[in-house]
């Protein structure tokens, strides 16, 4: 496996497909679920988190148990978008929690967030942090999720 290109095999696709799914098996589970020794799956696991196949593994967190009840998509179209300063607006945003993802999008507007935060006044202050005291910002179209009827993480490999 190159770490520009990865060759994935069977058994690489259904670590990833069973790791997507549920990450807190031990890796002997694993193995057993994967149909390969204990040994092999590790090495296998560790071949792909060196390669970048695995970014990381985390805990998904239920937003309404934690008190961040709203979710927002937010359209973002600055006013010179020379690359240092597109670059100096995603500084901004990777600074900021409650901003989840952040995209470079073409055409359109320059960047589409996904934003996560308590309530309506939260996201006000969020507004008024990143995108009215930032004088590069020319507009900004939010949407506001109303029902969430799908959220995977998982990517079919």
């Known amino acids: ?10 058994v690489d696709r259904r670590i990833l497909n069973i790791l997507q799914v549920d990450a807190s098996q ?14 092999t799956c590790l090495r296998r696991v560790k071949q792909l988190r060196e390669n970048g196949v695995i970014e ?21 179209t600055l006013d010179v978008q020379a690359a240092d300063r597109m670059e100096e607006f995603e500084r901004v945003v990777a ?3 409650a901003v989840l993802q952040c995209y470079r999008v073409s ?12 309530d309506m006044p939260a996201y006000h ?3 008024h942090r990143l995108f009215t005291t930032h004088s590069n910002v020319r ?8 029902f969430r009827s799908k959220f995977e993480t998982r990517i079919a490999v």
């Open 1 to 10: 496996m190159s770490i520009e290109d990865p060759i994935l095999d069977d």
């Open 26 to 39: 031990t890796n002997a589970e694993l193995a057993e679920l994967v149909h390969v020794s204990p040994p």
């Open 56 to 76: 990381r593994q985390v805990a998904i967190v239920a937003p309404d148990k934690v008190g961040s009840r709203l979710s927002a998509i937010v359209e973002i």
């Open 95 to 97: 600074d900021e929690a």
């Open 107 to 118: 055409p359109g507007p320059d960047f589409v967030l996904v934003v996560q935060v308590a």
């Open 125 to 127: 202050a969020l507004a």
């Open 139 to 146: 507009n900004v179209k939010a949407y506001f999720s109303t």
